[in-house]
């Protein structure tokens, strides 16, 4: 996604990590993609990834993704909430583990709705934002970095939870439905059914 919206050149190839060939192996042993390999040096974390290929893919030649304003860590603890919710099986704890969960979608939505400081420079009055993404009308770092997590959330949370992230959300709706109009965004997510055999083996339904 990243390299995509930075307009740089690159070839696609799916592996099957249950059955890697030993030099991609042998490349990173232990960890899981994406990782890098630049000049024989491998980086592992997703953050420095982020940040190389920002430093490497910078102006004139490419765009800028980075943030302007405290983008980056909204709705960061979307995801942990969503692991523990999907992973009970226990139907007792399922209400408060859904609750936890869904505030953290709240959480988001209030960002996402909250004027950021160029749209209160262009209106002082403005009491609602009608921005696109998480820092203004253009994708940065911060959203190639939730939107593919919101993906997963939104197809394992309705597969194994019959849930579906409320319309009454409105700033997370419109996100969400402003992303999906990318071609960055929507031909980078795995298909549903890639996404649901990997959480096959790790979300539980609720014991009857």
Same mark, same amino acid.
């Given at each position: 996604?990243?390299?995509?919206? *930075?307009?740089?050149?690159? &070839? $696609?190839?799916?592996?099957? !990590?249950?059955?890697?060939?030993? /030099?991609?192996?042998? #490349?990173?042993?232990?960890?899981?993609?994406?990782?890098?390999?630049?000049?024989?040096?491998?980086?592992?974390?997703?953050?420095?990834?982020?940040?190389?290929?920002?430093?490497?893919?910078?102006?004139?030649?490419?765009?800028?993704?980075?943030?302007?304003?405290?983008?980056?860590?909204?709705?960061?603890?979307?995801?942990?909430?969503?692991?523990?919710?999907?992973?009970?099986?226990?139907?007792?704890?399922?209400?408060?583990?859904? *609750?936890?969960?869904?505030? &953290? $979608?709240?959480?988001?939505? !209030?960002?996402?709705?909250?004027? /950021?400081?160029?749209? #209160?420079?262009?209106?002082?009055?403005?009491?609602?934002?009608?921005?696109?993404?998480?820092?203004?009308?253009?994708?940065?770092?911060?959203?190639?970095?939730?939107?593919?997590?919101?993906?997963?959330?939104?197809?394992?949370?309705?597969?194994?939870?019959?849930?579906?992230?409320?319309?009454?959300?409105?700033?997370?709706?419109?996100?969400?439905?402003?992303?999906?109009?990318?071609?960055?965004?929507?031909?980078?997510?795995?298909?549903?059914?890639?996404?649901?055999?990997?959480?096959?083996?790790?979300?539980?339904?609720?014991?009857?």
């Amino acid at each position: 996604m990243i390299l995509w919206l *930075k307009g740089a050149n690159f &070839t $696609l190839t799916t592996v099957d !990590m249950k059955r890697a060939p030993d /030099v991609l192996k042998a #490349l990173a042993p232990g960890s899981q993609p994406p990782f890098l390999l630049y000049n024989d040096e491998v980086r592992t974390d997703t953050n420095k990834i982020e940040e190389f290929l920002e430093e490497k893919l910078a102006p004139p030649q490419y765009p800028k993704l980075c943030c302007r304003y405290k983008s980056n860590g909204a709705g960061e603890d979307i995801f942990r909430n969503f692991s523990g919710y999907i992973k009970n099986p226990i139907p007792g704890l399922n209400d408060r583990l859904e *609750k936890k969960f869904l505030s &953290t $979608l709240v959480k988001l939505n !209030m960002y996402l709705e909250t004027p /950021v400081p160029h749209e #209160l420079d262009q209106n002082p009055n403005a009491t609602e934002s009608s921005r696109l993404y998480l820092d203004g009308d253009t994708l940065t770092l911060a959203d190639c970095n939730l939107l593919p997590k919101l993906n997963i959330v939104k197809v394992v949370c309705n597969q194994y939870r019959d849930f579906v992230i409320p319309k009454e959300l409105k700033g997370l709706k419109r996100y969400l439905d402003n992303a999906y109009k990318q071609d960055e965004f929507r031909y980078t997510c795995p298909n549903d059914s890639e996404i649901l055999n990997a959480y096959q083996s790790v979300a539980k339904y609720l014991n009857k």
